[in-house]
C-alpha cells in the first residue's frame, strides 16, 4: 500500500502566532509529526504543504518533501482542509510520477502520537477494510445545550463511567490522524466518506493545539512521554 502523508502548516496562525514553527519540548511543533510519519514503516512519502517559506525550509531540515509552495488561495483562514489536501495529491503524484493509493493527513497541532501510532492506524485500516479512518479518543463528558436548556444523557439516572456499555460510548475527533483512500478523497471531496472506522488513541493524543493554554499542557505531555 503506497501511503502520502500530508502535513498542513500555513504560515499565519491567530490563535498561536507563529505556532508551527515555535519550540515544543525542544523542537519546532511541525517537527514532531515530520519525524513520527517518518519513522512509520507504512508511510511512502512524508509531504508538508505550506504557503511560508520559513516553514518549508524547517520542514525540509527534519527531512519532509516541500517540492511546491501552497497557493494564497489555500492559505486563508477560511481555506478547508480538503482542497489542500486534493491540491498536494495532484503535485506529489505528478512529481514522483505515481499514483497513491491511500492519503494520511496529520495535523501538526496533534502533535503527540505515541510510537507506533500510526502504523497502528494504518494496520486498522486495512483491516477494516474502511474507506476513510479517523483517530478518536473516548469522551466520558456530559453534554448539556443551553437554548432550550437540555441534556444529552439521563441526568435522572446519571450513569457512572464503568457503566457505560460499549453502544452508549462517546468518542471524541482528535484531529490527529486521518486516512483517507485516494479514490474516495477524490470522488467525494472530504476526507471521511464511505465505509468510515475510528482509531482509539490514548488519552494524552488527543490533545490539539489552539491557544497558549493548549501549548503549555501538550509541552507538559510531551516531556512526561519523553521521559518515560
Known sequence: MSVLAIIPARGGSKGVPGKNLRLLAGKPLIAWSIEQA?????????????????????????GADVPFLRPAELATDTAPTEPVMLHAVERMEAIRRRRYETILLLQPTSPLRLPGTIDGALRAFAADNADSLLGVVESHAFFWQADPVRASYDYTNRPRRQDIVESDRHYRETGSLYLTKRDILLEKRNRLAGRIALYRMRECEGWEIDSEIDFEIVEALMKQELSK
Do not use: N, Q, W
Open 38 to 62: 517518518l519513522a512509520a514503516k507504512g508511510v511512502s512519502d512524508v509531504l508538508v504543504s505550506t504557503d511560508a517559506e520559513d516553514i518549508a525550509d524547517v520542514a525540509r531540515s527534519f
